[in-house]
């Protein structure tokens, strides 16, 4: 004869209510996460509409003429391009090395914990500043800063063609050098994340085989934290991309392709800036085919990183 | 005669602690260890948590030095030579005193690179293929791993990328390799493994062995150390060497109270 079982000791189906709100928090979240997506693309769909009339004028040609005229309606964004990539290249040139010496520094023992978080501290503060601050200073300061090191370059390596013309002040290369500063915490800042969260074990192997500080940081730690640091690299090329105050204050808003990197440009967004508060019709659809441009540029760029981190992570 | 000098060559003292005191701030870690690891002999250290059996292990190759309050107090020599004289480099130490650690850690790179990275910082110019092979094949990995080398070590068990930790360590040709509790995050057929593949490598090896694990202390090794560990008034811990021994002492005959009560399993 076997004992009936009794009721409390079977398994308890949960209360209705908890199951409505774990059902409902799935729900919830499923809706933030849709609607980053849907933002994102209504702004696309949004931007292409507004685009239409340039892109059914100017076609793909857009991408590959030279002249922006409004008076005769001719619009073409390759000095745009150009300027928005040879800047954020010189920025990317100059902030990764100096925002991955900063995360290493800041990620070894090297100081005092207390002064090593005043460190951390200041680097995330410079991405507090304004831009319409970093591009006056960057008329007031730097400018006058680079004047002799570019007259310098100028003069005595002038028959390359980057430096071949005379500085002018603004210029590509002014407007390079503030965007690097202005990306430089993210780099640091991310890098150096990445570079703490790795576990202690890795440092512990690698100097237990002999290796040095040097070596253990650069053969072991950087790679192996190298998803991380790729990641803060385009985080900060996206800010680059898409910087418009301190540029337009600096860059000379010029809208041509010279190869010397002192020479005055243009990028799209301070193109945009510069533009839309007076353009109508046609002007209004070419920058809207810029601005176009521009979001494919930064999705591009995001494409190429995701590869190049997955081909890393493949081994 | 003959028997005679090869007992003297075995028991050759490689490495030699001598009133070996360490601190962690002002802190006493271990207190007064003198003792002698002999060549290739497999040496194991046991005793409760705390007890300073990894702070000692990581006197011999210096790894303490990666702790900033560490401090040693005493002398450690090596083949005669005092490893905290001011002239030696810890890095040049760590070439010749291996490390295994108690968590598997491979680098996440390739099988080939895990073991490649030791003798390619120490500016190893021979046959790397060749080097790769024999270490593998002296961890008793190569069967498992020669198909994959281009792989991740981290796609390997716990087991496998342990023996990959170990063909890793032997690969910079050290002459003792100090083990952390090697086993104790693996399976037992693991761990198995791992205690066959200690006995063929003290053929060539000196090896020193952390382990919490009684059993593999006395089937694995020949000289056994026991620590303990006392409270001080201060909420602190100082750990000791009670009693140091070939193996069999150690488990049937040992002399004090509290290894007797340890290795019986009544404490600890």
């Not at chain 1, 239409?52 to 005769?72: E, K, S």
């Not at chain 2, 030791?118 to 002296?138: A, W």
Request: charged share 15%; glycine share 8%; aromatic share 8%.
């Amino acid at each position: 004869m076997t004992p009936a079982i009794k009721k409390q000791s079977g398994i308890q189906p949960r209360s209705p209510w908890s199951r409505k709100l774990d059902q409902s928090f799935i729900w919830l979240t499923r809706l933030f996460a849709l609607a980053i997506a849907g933002v994102l693309i209504w702004i696309a769909i949004q931007v292409a509409i507004a685009a239409f009339p340039a892109i059914r004028q100017f076609g793909l040609g857009f991408l590959t003429t030279t002249t922006w005229n409004p008076v005769n309606s001719q619009y073409g964004a390759l000095p745009m391009i150009y300027g928005t990539i040879v800047t954020s290249a010189i920025a990317l040139l100059i902030a990764v090395p100096v925002g991955l010496g900063v995360a290493i520094f800041l990620s070894e023992n090297y100081l005092p914990p207390k002064i090593q978080l005043a460190f951390v501290f200041l680097v995330e503060l410079l991405a507090a500043i304004p831009s319409v601050v970093y591009g006056l200073w960057g008329i007031f300061v730097l400018i006058p800063f680079l004047r002799p090191l570019q007259q310098g370059l100028n003069t005595y390596f002038g028959w390359l063609p980057i430096f071949s013309t005379p500085p002018a002040g603004p210029g590509m290369l002014t407007a390079g050098v503030i965007l690097s500063i202005m990306i430089l915490p993210t780099i640091a800042a991310i890098s150096r994340d990445a570079l703490i969260s790795l576990p202690s074990d890795l440092r512990q192997a690698a100097v237990g085989l002999g290796a040095t500080r040097w070596e253990t940081i650069l053969m072991v730690l950087v790679p192996a934290a190298f998803s991380g640091i790729v990641g803060a690299i385009m985080l900060a090329l996206g800010r680059a991309i898409g910087e418009t105050m301190a540029v337009t204050m600096v860059i000379g808003n010029s809208n041509n392709i010279s190869p010397s990197i002192f020479a005055p440009a243009n990028t799209i967004p301070s193109l945009l800036a510069n533009q839309f508060a007076e353009a109508s019709g046609l002007q209004v659809a070419a920058l809207m085919y810029a601005a176009l441009v521009l979001f494919g540029l930064t999705l591009l760029v995001n494409i190429l990183a995701q590869i190049l981190v997955r081909r890393v992570q493949r081994i | 005669m003959r028997s005679e000098t090869r007992t003297a060559r075995q028991t050759e003292t490689v490495l030699r602690t001598e009133n070996l005191n360490v601190y962690y701030g002002n802190f006493l870690a271990l207190r007064n260890i003198n003792m002698d690891i002999h060549k290739n002999k497999i040496t194991s250290f046991i005793g409760p948590s705390g007890c300073g059996k990894s702070t000692l292990l990581r006197c011999y190759n210096r790894l303490n030095d990666l702790i900033k309050t560490f401090r040693a107090e005493g002398k450690v020599h090596y083949n005669n030579q005092d490893l905290y004289a001011a002239h030696i480099d810890p890095v040049e130490v760590r070439r010749q005193i291996g490390m295994v650690f108690q968590r598997p850690n491979p680098f996440p790179k390739s099988i080939y690179d895990n073991i490649t990275f030791g003798p390619r910082i120490n500016g190893y110019k021979g046959d790397m293929d060749e080097l790769v092979e024999r270490s593998l094949r002296q961890a008793a990995l190569w069967d498992e791993a020669k198909d994959k080398l281009k792989q991740s070590g981290l796609s390997l068990s716990g087991g496998q990328q342990q023996r990959l930790c170990i063909a890793r360590a032997i690969a910079v040709q050290p002459e003792v390799i100090l083990m952390d509790e090697p086993a104790s995050a693996l399976d037992p057929i693991s761990t198995l493994r791992i205690e066959e593949l200690l006995q063929e490598l003290k053929q060539q090896y000196t090896i020193v062995i952390v382990t919490h694990n009684m059993q593999q202390a006395s089937r694995v090794s020949d000289m056994t150390a026991f620590f303990n560990v006392e409270p001080t008034e201060k909420g602190g811990r100082i750990g000791y060497l009670v009693e140091y021994d070939k193996t069999e002492a150690i488990f049937q005959a040992p002399q004090e109270e509290a290894t007797q009560q340890y290795v019986s399993g009544r404490f600890g």
